[in-house]
């Protein structure tokens, strides 16, 4: 029974494949090879998930999943790109147009004593640095911008993120 099982796994696979529907949606396949596929076991797939997230976040999700028809699995994850795959294996990618849940429960931005508009993990003051982005002209800026970016910008969402962004590139210092 396992043999027949591997069998149409890789079947599915190879139709999937060759139809373009790992890569460019699923496949359309016979009424009989469907039959063949419910009348056996399921299949145990261990699935990871991968998202990458606006700030350069990547978290993976990694689970256990019994796959009763490859027809639905594969409808399940049509969102998601395959970045790999084997028999009993698939991990998936999917860009996400977020800010990572890290940013928003405790990122914050914040500058370095060299003047780099930088992302913590908690407040500026000694906390660990999440990413960087550009040095800042400091004498340019309020005192109030400095002081806000001294002791921290809470960023809560995307449209945060992006604005604080927005708001402190043009006192970017340009490379020559």
């Known amino acids: 029974?396992?043999?027949?099982?591997?069998?149409?796994?890789?079947?599915?696979l190879a139709i999937l494949l060759i139809g373009g529907g790992v890569f460019g949606g699923i496949s359309?396949?016979?009424?009989?090879?469907?039959?063949?596929?419910?009348?056996?076991?399921?299949?145990?797939?261990?699935?990871?998930?991968?998202?990458?997230?606006?700030?350069?976040?990547?978290?993976?999700?990694?689970?256990?999943e019994t796959v009763w028809s490859m027809e639905n699995f594969w409808a399940k994850y049509d969102q998601w790109q395959v970045l790999s795959i084997d028999e009993s294996t698939v991990v998936f990618k999917q860009q996400v147009d977020d800010i990572s849940p890290l940013l928003k429960g405790n990122g914050y931005f914040g500058i370095t004593d060299d003047g780099v508009l930088t992302i913590f993990n908690g407040r500026p003051?000694?906390?660990?640095?999440?990413?960087?982005?550009?040095?800042?002209?400091?004498?340019?800026?309020?005192?109030?911008?400095?002081?806000?970016?001294?002791?921290?910008?809470?960023?809560?969402?995307?449209?945060?993120?992006?604005e604080v962004l927005e708001t402190f590139k043009p006192y970017s210092i340009k490379k020559e």
């Not at 299949?43 to 993976?60: A, N």
């Open 125 to 162: 003051d000694r906390s660990r640095i999440i990413q960087s982005f550009f040095q800042i002209d400091i004498k340019k800026l309020e005192s109030k911008a400095q002081k806000e970016l001294l002791q921290g910008i809470p960023i809560k969402n995307k449209d945060r993120y992006v």
């Open 1 to 12: 029974m396992r043999f027949k099982q591997k069998m149409i796994w890789w079947s599915w």
């Open 28 to 64: 359309t396949v016979t009424a009989t090879q469907l039959n063949d596929q419910r009348n056996t076991e399921p299949l145990q797939m261990t699935v990871t998930l991968e998202r990458v997230y606006l700030d350069g976040e990547i978290s993976q999700e990694t689970f256990q």
